[in-house]
């Protein structure tokens, strides 16, 4: 009993003190063979614990390190609370570091030696003064030569702070900059659930659609120490589609509008006659193509008002105008929408079925006809199902 056997996954302490009195502040080391790096980090942290008479503790989470780095921090450092989180990811280890914390505010940074942890005060001043994010821009201080790649620092962050702004509003110049602090009750407030890189668009995106209050403190950015822990184009696409998942309106309604109002309008133009452009007539063929783009389209739309449905379940804010819909479009409305579309279709097969009959039952010519009816009958049989799908949705569980 009480061996390594016999903890559970997640729990296993490797070594730190005793020690469960709250503290001001707790710095979180995340740490994946960082021995190069990390007995450095300490000191500067230690340093400042000194000189800025800072009530704090250094936590490490050790992710599965395989060189000297844990044996330097056990030797070298005995302050220091030595974790371990065996599920590997960025975001693990850091919630790990967090959860654990006795702080009630958190430092969090990289132990390659990229920060500088000498710059913990002006994230702590900021912390003391009420802000509940401060987050580090390396953008707005300074990068130093051989620290980012030209396509990190040109494109690669831009594009992803600049999308989380198009999503998410605020204005932080450097989202995804690892060094960064908070107080306990703000993370508590965050609900914070991924366990990977995408751990710090969460954290932004959580503090601006639950705002809180956040400040931005230029930094330096030096290069790190030992071998780079990213996958470049992976861990962008990580974070470009954790904020798309938490942007239902652009990822689906947006899209999804746009492809079936031009959809649906073209279809219902061609079913009167041929429409000239661009100096030749299109007719039955793309009228083919733009029916079933309408489905497409009307598809994603009820996707999209299925995915508001959910955020709104888990907490997620929406905008006055689309609880709004979500309030008016119930389960009975849009089921009577679904069955407006479906006799839509109907009558317009009755029209054909009308023609048919006056010709006796002979040779019919109402393929436009037709598809019109096909069209208004899928949307409605559509409309119908994901109605109850949004539905199951909304089910909130105890």
């Known amino acids: 009993m009480g061996g390594p056997e016999s903890e559970p996954k997640g729990e296993r302490i490797i070594a730190h003190d005793h ?10 080391l995340p740490c994946l063979n960082e021995e190069a790096s990390v007995g450095a980090c300490i000191g500067k942290i230690l340093a400042v614990f000194s000189e800025q008479k800072i009530d704090g503790e ?3 989470v050790d992710n599965g390190s395989t060189d000297q780095s844990v044996p330097i921090i056990r030797s070298e450092y005995p302050s220091v609370r030595l974790l371990s989180e065996p599920e590997r990811g960025y975001g693990a280890a850091v919630r790990r570091g967090i959860d654990s914390a006795r702080g009630t505010s958190i430092i969090m940074g990289d132990a390659d030696g990229t920060y500088d942890f000498l710059e913990i005060p002006k994230f702590v001043d900021l912390l003391r003064q009420g802000y509940d994010l401060v987050m580090g821009s390396r953008l707005k201080g300074k990068i130093l030569p051989g620290a980012m790649r030209w396509s990190h620092r040109r494109i690669g962050n831009p594009i992803l702070s600049g999308a989380l702004k198009l999503f998410f509003g605020g204005d932080t110049s450097d ?6 602090g908070f107080t306990k009750a703000a993370y508590d407030k965050m609900g914070l659930q991924t366990t990977g890189m995408e751990f710090a668009s969460e954290m932004v995106i959580h503090s601006l659609i639950k705002e809180l209050k956040i400040a931005e403190v230029p930094i330096t950015y030096y290069p790190r120490r030992g071998e780079s822990k990213l996958l470049g184009f992976r861990d962008a696409w990580r974070h470009i589609r954790f904020m798309l998942i938490y942007s239902p309106g652009y990822l689906f309604l947006l899209p999804g509008f746009a492809l079936f109002l031009a959809s649906l309008a073209a279809t219902v133009r061609l079913a009167f006659g041929p429409l000239e452009l661009f ?33 709104y379940t888990i907490s997620l804010p929406l905008g006055p105008a689309t609880k709004k819909m979500l309030s008016v479009l119930t389960l009975e409305r849009s089921l009577a929408l679904g069955l407006a579309l479906i006799v839509l279709g109907v009558l317009v097969f009755g029209y054909v079925f009308y023609i048919w009959a006056r010709s006796n039952f002979g040779g019919l010519t109402q393929v436009k006809a037709l598809l019109l009816c096909l069209t208004f009958i899928v949307m409605g049989v559509q409309t119908i199902f994901v109605s109850f799908f949004r539905s199951l949705l909304q089910i909130k569980s105890r």
């Open 279 to 311: 100096g030749r007539g299109w007719d039955i063929h793309v009228m083919v193509l733009t029916s079933m783009s309408t489905f497409l389209g009307w598809q994603i739309v009820l996707l999209g008002f299925a995915a508001k449905s959910f955020a």
């Open 175 to 180: 989202s995804h900059c690892g060094l960064r």
């Open 58 to 60: 250094i936590i490490v």
């Open 19 to 28: 020690d469960q009195s709250p503290v001001e502040v707790s710095v979180v």
